[in-house]
Nanobody, 117 residues
Framework: QVQLVESGGGLVQAGGSLRLACVASGNISNFNPMGWYRQAPGKSRELVAVVSSGRTANYLDSVKGRFTISRDYAKNTLDLQMNSMKTEDTAVYYC???????????WGQGTQVTVSS
């Protein structure tokens, strides 16, 4: 089993910054991807950023250059630094961990991020 706990959401003005953190516990492998999804009201969940099994980072086009994902393999943590935030970044952000071998995905409880204009 895997447990994911997020923190760091909140309210920020447009142009500001927030940092999300996710702590993973349980049966974690450094070879499995971890990342962040988000879901805005009335919209589908979308992948924001992921650190792949090859340790490369990939981003949603709309956040490239503004968001940075980082993973600490020793501590089993995953951070998302969000800069130059926009109102359209408002959403619930979810940390996830994907076990490639079992094809099972684990989710955190979600953290609300609100960007005001």
């Amino acid at each position: 089993q895997v447990q994911l706990v997020e923190s760091g959401g909140g309210l920020v003005q447009a142009g500001g910054s927030l940092r999300l953190a996710c702590v993973a516990s349980g049966n974690i492998s450094n070879f499995n991807p971890m990342g962040w999804y988000r879901q805005a009201p009335g919209k589908s969940r979308e992948l924001v950023a992921v650190v792949s099994s090859g340790r490369t980072a990939n981003y949603l086009d709309s956040v490239k250059g503004r968001f940075t994902i980082s993973r600490d393999y020793a501590k089993n943590t995953l951070d998302l630094q969000m800069n130059s935030m926009k109102t359209e970044d408002t959403a619930v952000y979810y940390c996830y961990y994907a076990n490639i071998a079992t094809m099972r995905t684990y989710w955190g409880q979600g953290t609300q991020v609100t960007v005001s204009s």
